[in-house]
């Protein structure tokens, strides 16, 4: 028999890098979780992701057990790494902050095709533009 769901975590972690601290120790001792279990695990895990900020979802049984899976990086992150950006517009429209090419768009989309609700690489591309649009980054080349 499968174990029952008691609840799920969403939390946004460096990669290879998590430690007992907030957000990750007081949202697992809430529910009774080893916090240095999953720690130990998550850095196992994600340690070749290194230096990406990696979203989490961690499955709570009632036993007290968890299991846990990594996502891809935030698309928003993805961009500010291809142009080595610390943070995008304050004014997106007025302040552009740098340019992707389209086959930076694509590469961003194929890679984060298995988190996005849509498995048509074209409709991934329109997510990661508007992304970047909203970020202050403009689309060209």
Known sequence: MAKKVKTYIKLTIPAGSATAAPPVGPALGQHGLPIMEFVKAFNEKTQDKQGNILPVVITVYEDRTFSFITKEPPVAEMIKKALNLEKGSGKALKEPVGTLTLSQIKQIAEA???????????????????????????IGG
Do not use: F, Q
């Open 112 to 138: 984060k095709l298995p988190d996005l609700n849509t498995k048509n690489v074209e409709a991934a591309v329109k997510i990661v533009e508007g992304t970047a649009r909203s970020m202050g980054v403009k």
